[in-house]
């Protein structure tokens, strides 16, 4: 792990934003010890259950598992509910330093023959069969399994599997293979016990009171002898697919408390990335993506050094027009190289969506390197994310009304409003109907409807308006002033060699800005698809920097390029060229789902590729605006310092 402290964890102090809890033990009496603000009750909540074979989470009452009604339910925050969390309260409480052994909590019992406990037990089985992970909080920290995986290594799992199962042909799927007694063919074996242990320190400078820094459980199954008073001995509690009748499940655990000197409360969530020592692969991403980017500046470097000044200095000291008409390359198009592009409309609403996504990215990352949006905050980068997007309407609007301005549109009120709806619209159209596919199936992602209407108002009420806002100033600008004349008349571009020509061009710009990212994006899909813990936010704003280079600089030579082939339409290629690697992320993403996920079912995989063509969008509009304001600076200054008679 990187000791670097802006990258280890990807912040400079890894700040929690929730105040720590003291908590003490009960004197005698039964009563809290006299310390000011500190509990002697700890209080076990738990989050939906995952799969990282089926994309579909589901809340933890769904499964039937020993639940409490009475007590309210934490408010959740936006980012939560777009992530499908939902944190409830458990029937699992515990005295600060009170040892409990094989604590009884509830006991389910299923009769196979009533239709509804049949559905239940079946719905069980099958969350088991699919491997879903239940997830449990402790004073906002997850609740880890830990154990041994080869290389005596130690492997650390912010979660905790239902149960497993050994197929007919008697070999034992995941969770299975940590017990030998797991061997009856075609049964599912429950975890129905929990040891768990939660380490503390004594809190300096006070006469008592501790703070929690970790917690671990290990996970257990037991058929309790006796039900109404379980001894945590016997066998495994098997679930025959073959058994019929009455069955009881007894649920339980034992928890112990240990000290520990050694964790700061700061750092406690250190331990659950005991087993993500990914610090090398990504100095090595780091370092690979710089390569790349030293390449491509050391291309541009010598492009505007030496071939730009030797042509420009040429061409200032030309005295006579026939010399310059001797002349070829990107002077001879200087009269159609500000030439209005084609669709200039469409692309001037992408630069305007594109500027509110690049902005939106820069602060969420900036943000998240300093700590204030670490996992240990419960869903705030996509709530800061949402927020962001909706303020930035303002940027949006003045940047897509200054282009169309300046290719010469007149229709405004189209403009704006295709600025305000059409990439928000075909997000909000594909996460609409993914949410139906959620509802449809139960699942706690399905997003509310009280939610859905939020969302909806926070878009016109409040982006909408914004837009409209910047879309007034922009227009109300006077034109972007270029540096040389349009001729009225287009030259007719020569035959272009097959390199020069449009689409290869484009198919090349997008490789160079994806190999910087590749190893990043792998993380990333993990952190989705494979729940595992993303905390790496300072690597990923240096990759994004390097992202953000890397495009400029790969559109700048394919531009450049072109301009000495006689080709001016450099608008909509840059946007392209760099825009282009979000066909190789998808790409990617398609090879991520064959090769690395065991997703099944069609809802599933339809959920899978509907989100991917979210991110796919998103991705495209981002790095196509950076190509292009890359290209139209580059072009913008070449002919700002060229004479033309």
């Not at 797991?182 to 040891?195: A, C, E, G, L």
Request: aromatic share 16%; net charge neutral; hydrophobic share 45%.
């Amino acid at each position: 792990m990187s000791h670097n402290p802006l990258l280890r964890k990807g912040t400079i102090k890894y700040l929690v934003t929730c105040l720590a809890e003291n908590f003490c033990e009960k004197n005698p009496a039964g009563k809290e010890q006299e310390v000011p603000d500190c509990r002697s009750e700890i209080e076990l909540f738990v989050n939906r259950l995952d799969s990282v074979e089926s994309v579909l989470p589901y809340e933890y009452t769904a499964f039937d598992f020993c639940s409490i009604e009475s007590e309210k339910r934490p408010s959740e925050n936006l980012g939560q509910v777009l992530f499908g969390e939902r944190i409830e309260p458990s029937p699992y409480k515990f005295e600060f330093k009170k040892k409990e052994e094989c604590k009884h909590v509830c006991t389910k019992t299923y009769n196979t023959n009533k239709p509804e406990d049949k559905a239940k037990l079946d719905f069980l089985k099958k969350g088991m069969l699919l491997n879903y992970q239940h997830h449990w909080i402790v004073d906002n920290m997850p609740v880890t399994w830990c154990y041994d995986v080869e290389d005596g290594q130690k492997f650390c799992n912010p979660g905790f599997p239902i149960g497993c199962y050994v197929t007919e042909g008697g070999r034992p799927k995941d969770a299975c293979v940590v017990n030998s007694e797991f061997n009856d063919k075609d049964t599912f074996y429950i975890f129905n016990h929990v040891d768990i242990t939660i380490f503390y320190h004594v809190v300096e400078n006070e006469a008592a009171g501790a703070r929690l820094v970790a917690a671990k459980m290990e996970p257990k199954s037991y058929k309790h002898t006796k039900v109404d008073s379980p001894d945590c001995t016997g066998a495994p509690m098997d679930l025959s697919n073959k058994f019929t009748g009455e069955l009881k499940i007894p649920y339980t655990y034992s928890i112990q408390f240990v000290e520990d000197k050694h964790i700061r409360w700061a750092s406690r969530w250190d331990y659950i990335l005991e087993s993500m020592p990914h610090t090398n692969i990504q100095w090595f991403s780091i370092m690979n993506s710089l390569v790349i980017v030293l390449f491509l500046s050391g291309m541009v470097a010598m492009i505007m050094l030496r071939t730009l000044h030797k042509d420009i200095a040429r061409y200032n000291q030309m005295d006579s027009v026939e010399d310059a008409q001797e002349e070829f390359g990107w002077k001879l198009v200087h009269g159609d190289v500000f030439r209005p592009p084609r669709k200039g409309m469409l692309l001037s609403v992408f630069l305007g969506s594109g500027t509110q996504i690049f902005i939106m990215t820069f602060v969420t990352l900036f943000f998240a390197c300093l700590g204030f949006l670490s996992p240990a905050n419960r869903g705030a980068l996509m709530t800061c994310a949402v927020v962001l997007w909706v303020l930035l309407g303002t940027p949006a609007g003045y940047v897509a009304a200054r282009f169309y301005k300046s290719f010469g549109g007149e229709k405004w009120k189209t403009n704006v409003l295709l600025t305000a709806f059409l990439c928000p619209g075909i997000v909000f159209a594909d996460f609409f109907v993914m949410n139906l596919i959620l509802w449809g199936e139960g699942s706690s992602a399905a997003m509310p409807f009280g939610t859905l209407v939020a969302i909806l108002a926070l878009w016109f009420c409040i982006s909408v308006p914004l837009t409209f806002i910047g879309a007034y100033f922009g227009f109300k600008k006077s034109g972007i002033e270029h540096p040389v004349r349009t001729n009225q008349i287009p030259r007719q571009i020569p035959e272009q060699s097959f390199y020069t020509k449009p689409l290869p061009g484009i198919i090349m710009g997008g490789i160079l800005p994806f190999g910087c990212i590749f190893i990043q994006l792998f993380f990333i899909l993990n952190s989705i698809w494979s729940h595992q813990m993303y905390y790496m936010f300072g690597f990923l704003f240096l990759v994004f920097i390097i992202l953000v280079i890397t495009c400029s600089e790969a559109t700048i030579l394919l531009c450049y390029f072109h301009l000495c082939a006689e080709d001016y339409h450099w608008q909509w290629r840059s946007f392209l060229t760099s825009g282009f690697t979000a066909a190789y992320f998808l790409v990617y993403a398609i090879h991520y789902f064959f090769s690395k996920l065991q997703i099944t079912g069609l809802a599933s995989t339809i959920l899978y590729f509907g989100y991917t063509m979210i991110m796919a969008l998103i991705f495209f509009l981002f790095t196509g605006t950076i190509g292009f304001f890359a290209c139209f600076w580059f072009v913008t200054k070449i002919y700002s310092v060229v004479k033309v008679d």
